[in-house]
């Protein structure tokens, strides 16, 4: 099993943090601009870019801590999981995990790298006001997502 | 055992980007402006960041590919290894992985977050013709490195 592990610091408090990952909103500001669903636990929340995507199941909700089973979606990316932990260090810092990969294939690179980029349009969005999510996000290849 | 493995697409020659990897003036220009020592294979690359960073022996340099290990710096990083594997595909697409981690800790979060930005600055460099090496890199935290 491998886990892709990210951590990045934002210049906001935690209860905003959290409802940039809580919310149909606040994800829809950073990751990609077509979410749907609910964001209770319990409940899914279908991420689509270009009409292809994830579904996530809801598996925790609270305070400081947001985590997604993905039940639909790449192949690659079923039954793997998606955690954000917000921690408040010398700034709010978010920890975020997709754990559970059974291989490091190539598109475990790109997603890991993918990821990253998104992390930095959650930064944006909570320093700066302003995310990048699909389909204007930060791209890694030259053509192609 | 853990690792960080990212890719990256790029817009120039397998050629291009294998001197922005094994040369110092390439590798000062995306990761850190301090670079010294030697890139051919059995010698060391000494790379600081304020003084303090890791010195790296190069363990393998071919048309394709650039290994290193890590002999001295971060504790964390003693006996990790430093990939780049460079691959025509539909595009130049480099293939990075830092591997042999003992353990996820927060500095690994961190590490695995920071090579991203480093990625997305030899992308720029290659791209545009213009990196983001340390001290003027791009920032994770709103305080420190």
Redesign the interface.
């Known amino acids: 099993m491998?886990?892709?592990?990210?951590?990045?610091?934002?210049?906001t408090d935690r209860a905003t943090t959290l409802a940039a990952i809580n919310t149909i909103e606040g994800l829809s500001s950073w990751w990609t601009t077509d979410v749907s669903g609910e964001t209770s636990e319990g409940q899914t929340i279908r991420f689509r870019f270009n009409e292809s995507g994830p579904d996530m199941k809801v598996t925790a909700s609270s305070n400081d801590k947001v985590v997604w089973l993905c039940t639909a979606g790449p192949d690659e990316w079923l039954g793997t999981e998606i955690s954000f932990l917000i921690k408040d260090e010398?700034?709010t810092?978010i920890?975020?995990q997709h754990k559970n990969w059974r291989e490091?294939t190539?598109f475990?690179?790109?997603c890991?790298?993918k990821w990253?980029?998104f992390?930095?349009s959650l930064?944006e969005l909570l320093?700066e006001g302003k995310g990048r999510p699909f389909p204007d996000d930060?791209k890694?290849?030259?053509?192609?997502f």
């Open positions: 491998s886990n892709i592990s990210l951590k990045i610091g934002v210049a010398d700034e810092v920890y975020f490091e190539p475990h690179y790109h890991s790298m990253a980029t992390l930095l930064k320093d930060r890694i290849v030259t053509t192609g």
